[in-house]
């Protein structure tokens, strides 16, 4: 069956680190998204693709990155992870002609000390 | 940015007891949805709505779009233990905001039986 998975589901890092989350698709969905989960806040969307080579700033951008160098694949890169970036990740993908139906993850848990 | 207001932010029920939550917004969304979130995994889409005036239902479940496009409602009918998690409302304003989804923060459904 057609999935998305995210990988790891758990991380400790310390501040300062550069960390890599994974998000693997197999819908051959042209849209993916990265949330973060906090409290009270819902989920905000970090940065989002259109498709391969297209990546877009969301709501929460400062301090993340992302790069879409294929269909099924956006990993999000913390450049230098801070305590304020200590949250549950959500990836998601929706279908051009159905973008607004996403797909979620099941997240990854990231801790930074 | 945008913000979506939802209600309750929390709600203790017993088993059977119909269930109303509401999300409300300053700016106009032309898509409304439904997510609920179980514990440890992403959210699941529930019930999608894409006209203004629109009543769906998907089993116990019915929201509808609110007319001035600023308001969405979700209804559970005689709930059950396992309607226990995270209810999430989320919009798309179309237009720049294509595909892009704006959440609410969340109500906490805890069903006794």
């Known amino acids: 069956d057609a999935e998305i998975t995210q990988s790891p589901r758990h991380k400790i890092t310390e501040t300062g680190r550069q960390v890599t989350l994974a998000c693997h698709q197999t819908?051959?969905?042209?849209?993916m998204f990265w949330y973060r989960q906090d409290l009270g806040h819902g989920l905000r969307l970090i940065h989002y693709?259109?498709?391969?080579?297209?990546?877009n700033k969301g709501e929460v951008s400062d301090g993340y990155s992302v790069s879409r160098s294929n269909t099924e694949d956006l990993p999000l890169t913390l450049e230098s992870a801070a305590s304020s970036q200590t949250s549950v990740y959500f990836c998601?993908?929706?279908?051009?002609?159905?973008?607004?139906?996403?797909?979620f993850g099941p997240g990854t848990r990231l801790t930074v000390l | 940015g945008q913000q979506l207001n939802q209600s309750p932010q929390s709600m203790f029920i017993q088993e059977g007891e119909d269930v109303s939550m509401n999300c409300t917004s300053s700016?106009?969304?032309?898509?409304w949805l439904w997510y609920k979130q179980d514990p440890g995994e992403g959210p699941v889409l529930l019930i999608a709505?894409?006209?203004?005036?629109e009543l769906t239902s998907n089993g116990r479940l019915t929201a509808q779009f609110g007319i001035t496009r600023k308001d969405s409602f979700l209804n559970i009918s005689a709930s059950i233990p396992s309607d226990v998690g995270i209810y999430f409302c989320?919009?798309?304003?179309?237009?720049?905001?294509?595909?892009?989804?704006?959440f609410g923060q969340g109500t906490i459904l805890t069903v006794h039986p």
């Open positions: 998601a993908s929706s279908n051009q002609g159905y973008e607004d139906t996403q797909y």
């Open positions: 819908w051959n969905h042209n849209n």
């Open positions: 709505l894409y006209k203004a005036g």
């Open positions: 700016s106009i969304f032309n898509t």
């Open positions: 693709s259109y498709g391969v080579q297209d990546t």
């Open positions: 989320a919009g798309v304003a179309g237009g720049t905001s294509y595909g892009k989804l704006t």
